[in-house]
């Protein structure tokens, strides 16, 4: 069964940092596209980060370029985010995705989500 399993969310401080992370199971990770979706409450899913499959590759959010990065570590089947400099609009559920296409099939997998919170 394939399983994403985000951890790493909490309570931080505004200009804190956090870094979350996503295990991957299930499925041949090194092939899959990963990505962080982050929802704030009444607001739509949004790209936060996206990573290729190597790693060569990465897109960010405007509002989140130069404060977030996202990397993967193809050996341990798991995908990071590191966040700095947190702002209180930053506060969201964020979901960990994989993303694989082939062909004219698509695979697409999420997470439950992690929740984080910046507040003083």
């Known amino acids: 069964q394939v399983q994403l399993v985000e951890s790493g969310g909490g309570l931080v401080q505004p200009g804190g940092s956090l870094r979350l992370s996503c295990a991957a199971s299930g499925f041949t990770f090194s092939t899959y596209a990963m990505s962080w979706y982050y929802q704030a409450p009444g607001k739509e899913r949004e790209l936060v980060a996206a990573?290729?499959?190597?790693?060569?590759?990465?897109n960010y959010a405007d509002s989140m370029k130069g404060r977030f990065t996202i990397s993967r570590d193809n050996a341990k089947n798991t995908v990071y985010l590191q966040m700095n400099s947190l702002k209180p609009e930053d506060t969201a559920v964020y979901y960990c995705n994989a993303r694989r296409v082939a062909g004219l099939k698509r695979y697409d997998y999420w997470g439950q989500g992690t929740q984080v919170t910046v507040s003083s």
């Open positions: 990573i290729s499959s190597a790693g060569s590759s990465t």
